[in-house]
Antibody, heavy 118, light 106 residues
Framework: QVQLKESGPGLVQPSQTLSLTCTVS????????VSWVRQPPGKGLEWMGA???????DYNSALKSRLSISRDTSKSQVFLKMNSLQTEDTAIYFC????????????WGQGVMVTVSS | DIQMTQSPASLSASLEEIVTITCQAS??????LAWYQQKPGKSPQLLIY???SLADGVPSRFSGSRSGTQYSLKISRLQVEDIGIYYC????????FGSGTKLEIK
């Protein structure tokens, strides 16, 4: 069955770099796209960026200068790296599978809470 | 970027009532519109994609429609399990979500 699971540090210091891993199962990264979506506490969803089946990437213009998404297809893992973290980056970070033929995110990870604080 | 203006921000309705949530796109997005339900402490769940297509396992009381650049999610007979926050999302260009609608039972 399709599963996605995020992992990474729960606490990051301001100005540091966030590194998260999304480990997927039940589907191939070379045939599917994975996005990162975040949600600050009590707020709405923000699409951060995607890595497409061919390996190309797209980013939210507001985060593009700080964000990098990559993958290791042999390990079925997608990576997020975002630098220069600030307190407003405190959020739950989700990875999710995007279906290009439908335009929807059909499977989501459980999310990982990241707090930016000294 | 395409903006999705979602309304209302919150909504309180009675059981069995018809509920409608709308999203206005800032430009033409065709049928590249999806709806999600998010319950407290949970990940979002896909309800509708392609404006009108029901995702697997979603009850038939949920439906989606479009009039020009305005998109609507309708719940035909509100049930207790429908409480949560609903989001629209466009996939015509760089992906964006609406701001969400919190649905409560009156």
């Amino acid at each position: 069955q399709v599963q996605l699971k995020e992992s990474g540090p729960g606490l990051v210091q301001p100005s540091q770099t966030l590194s998260l891993t999304c480990t997927v199962s039940g589907f191939s990264l070379t045939s599917n796209s994975v996005s990162w979506v975040r949600q600050p506490p009590g707020k709405g969803l923000e699409w951060m960026g995607a890595i497409w089946s061919g390996g190309s990437t797209d980013y939210n213009s507001a985060l593009k200068s700080r964000l990098s998404i990559s993958r290791d297809t042999s390990k079925s893992q997608v990576f997020l790296k975002m630098n220069s973290l600030q307190t407003e980056d405190t959020a739950i970070y989700f990875c999710t599978r995007f279906i290009t033929t439908t335009g929807g995110f059909d499977y989501w990870g459980q999310g990982v809470m990241v707090t930016v604080s000294s | 970027d395409i903006q999705m203006t979602q309304s209302p921000a919150s909504l309180s309705a009675s059981l069995e009532e018809i509920v409608t949530i709308t999203c206005q796109a800032s430009q033409n997005i065709g049928n590249w519109l999806a709806w999600y339900q998010q319950k407290p402490g949970k990940s979002p769940q896909l309800l509708i994609y392609g404006t009108t297509s029901l995702a697997d396992g979603v009850p038939s009381r949920f439906s989606g429609s479009r009039s020009g650049t305005q998109y609507s999610l309708k719940i035909s007979r509100l049930q207790v399990e429908d409480i949560g926050i609903y989001y629209c999302q466009q996939a015509s260009s760089t992906l964006t979500f609406g701001s969400g609608t919190k649905l409560e039972i009156k």
